[in-house]
């Protein structure tokens, strides 16, 4: 069975892409990020959801050498009531500078140790918050990196890398998106979005704003919402 | 005073790029990992060297989701007393899948938090062990990822990007690292660059072989396997 490794969040999204992973026959391999987030209860979330996926997961602790984001230093404010069609003018304060890179760092040296062929994210770069490493552009650089940087990469590339980056979500609605993970049978009850990560989502934030935006245009209920 | 982020491992040819940063002109922030490293040793090295160069260092501790390298598990063999003419026929068991692209995605996120200007990574492809992420190649496809993947990369596109990735030492044969470092007054006494991290050098790993190899060809004593 192939392998891939999935970065799992714990949200609507990375959630969807590992019920995509496994639809395309995959045998998923998960990595969740202990990164100094606020919403650290995001992690519990991803973990319910690949053992409710019934897939292999990994809690890797970070320890950023910086605060600068929002979303690591508590002294910041989260930004909230935001227009949703306005997210992609400018980078937030809870943009976490490099994470993606960081994240895809691991999923690379872990898929290379494992021998998994491909690397799943469920970043998007329509319904998003307008974070840099979120575009394609970023993902195609970083195949890039893969291809001259590993052993998996660097062997045989006239016949191209055994090592691929997938962002299956990268050009969807949210309102798309919605509706694969409804398709796919994702437990959406289990997903956390919200960035505050209190006991209930905020509603306020651009997270959750673009996840009820997604649930509305899709014209259906969000039980995390309801 | 402009900032640099240095990848200081504690061995030669990081120490040495620390210098040749200093010697531009560069604020340096260095950065050491802990990431399970057989020659954990090489951690203190670090801490020293920044200390006699004045410089700031954090130790950022990594926990890799396997142990896929003989540097990480201490029941793989290290390689030994191999002919360093032959070291870049094929990729050692010491090869640490995405190690510098951790490393440097890490200092991404550093330099773009406290707003430095250059990372600088002691990398070098021609007396090396044959590692894919030690090549220029590798370099060039990562300074891409800057430009498209971050906040500092993505502004002003066309003016070039402002964070730039520095391998100074890359075409360098490691006699000529030895008489660089010596010129620098680079403490070389206290760099650490065996793979086994014993009391003594073991003098039969690749790094010790390749260290040798330099101050050889340099002409000069090496105090370290002195």
């Known amino acids: 069975m192939k392998k891939a490794v999935i970065l799992l969040s714990g949200g609507l999204d990375s959630s969807t892409t590992l019920y995509y992973a496994k ?46 984001s929002s979303l690591l230093d508590n002294s910041i404010a989260i930004p909230k009531n935001r227009d949703a069609a306005r997210f992609k003018k400018g980078i937030p304060s809870t943009y976490v500078p490099g994470r993606n890179i960081i994240f895809l760092s691991f999923a690379v040296s872990y898929a290379e140790a494992i021998g998994a062929g491909a690397i799943f994210i469920g970043a998007n770069a329509i319904d998003y918050s307008g974070y840099p490493d979120c575009r394609p552009e970023f993902f195609e650089a970083f195949k890039k990196v893969i291809n001259t940087g590993t052993k998996v990469g660097s062997k045989r590339p006239s016949r191209g890398s055994r090592l691929g980056v997938k962002a299956p979500l990268i050009l969807k609605s949210k309102a798309d998106i919605v509706r694969l993970a ?38 259906l209920v969000d039980k995390y919402n309801g």
Chains 1, 2 share one sequence.
């Open 23 to 68: 639809s395309k026959g995959y045998s998923c391999h998960c990595l969740i990020f202990d990164y100094g987030q606020r919403h650290k209860r995001e992690i519990k979330s991803a973990k319910g959801i690949a053992k409710k996926a019934n897939c292999e997961s990994q809690v890797v602790k970070i320890q950023l050498p910086h605060k600068g």
């Open 182 to 219: 409804r398709r796919l049978k994702v437990p959406i009850e289990l997903t956390w979005s919200c960035y505050k990560g209190g006991e209930t989502p905020c509603r306020v934030c651009d997270s959750c704003i673009l996840r009820a935006k997604g649930f509305k245009d899709a014209g």
